[in-house]
């Protein structure tokens, strides 16, 4: 089985600070992905990379960056944490190709900005 | 650009009853469509996923999706609920060329009357 670890399911942070989400994924997998999920709106995605160091913004990048230096983890940062990032983010993988792969998914990290 | 509605935000049926959760999508050509669950607190599970060929596909813990290209939807159904089935259901479609990219619905919560 696919296994997505989060590094932290639950993290409180202050405005300003930098924050590192950490995700590390045990398939081999080429894509990786970061999410966040707030009510009533679904999942939007964050960043995505398909392979090592390459990374694409996705439909809302602003405040956030991402790091892929090696396969199997795939960091997202805030910059200055904001309230407005207070939310549930989850990190999945997938196998390459062209397409029609299932993303697998992590737990998710419960992050607060205060 | 692809989209999916999930037009039922809450839905409650009662345990041994039918279920039923709609999913509309939007794509000129045949997407990959899949359904995932989400437990509380954790992240998301794939339940089905459907590609090409029959257009009924089995998935696990009893689910079934039907996707019909005439009415763009992909709806997922269960003749009889239980108690643990009570989650966030998500309908995601994904293209070919999309690089494993998905969008996902807004999300149906599901509650079970004992």
Known sequence: DVKVTQSSRYLVKRTG?????????DMDHENMFWYRQDPGLGLRLIYFSYDVKMKEKGDIPEGYSVSREKKERFSLILESASTNQTSMYLCASSPGGRGGQPQ???DGTRLSIL | AQSVTQPDIHITVSEGASLELRCNYSYGATPYLFWYVQSPGQGLQLLLKYFSGDTLVQGIKGFEAEFKRSQSSFNLRKPSVHWSDAAEYFCAVGVAGGGNKLTFGTG???????
């Open chain 1, 104 to 106: 697998h998914f992590g």
């Open chain 2, 108 to 114: 149906t919560q599901l509650k079970v009357e004992l």
């Open chain 1, 17 to 25: 600070e930098k924050v590192f989400l950490e995700c590390v994924q």
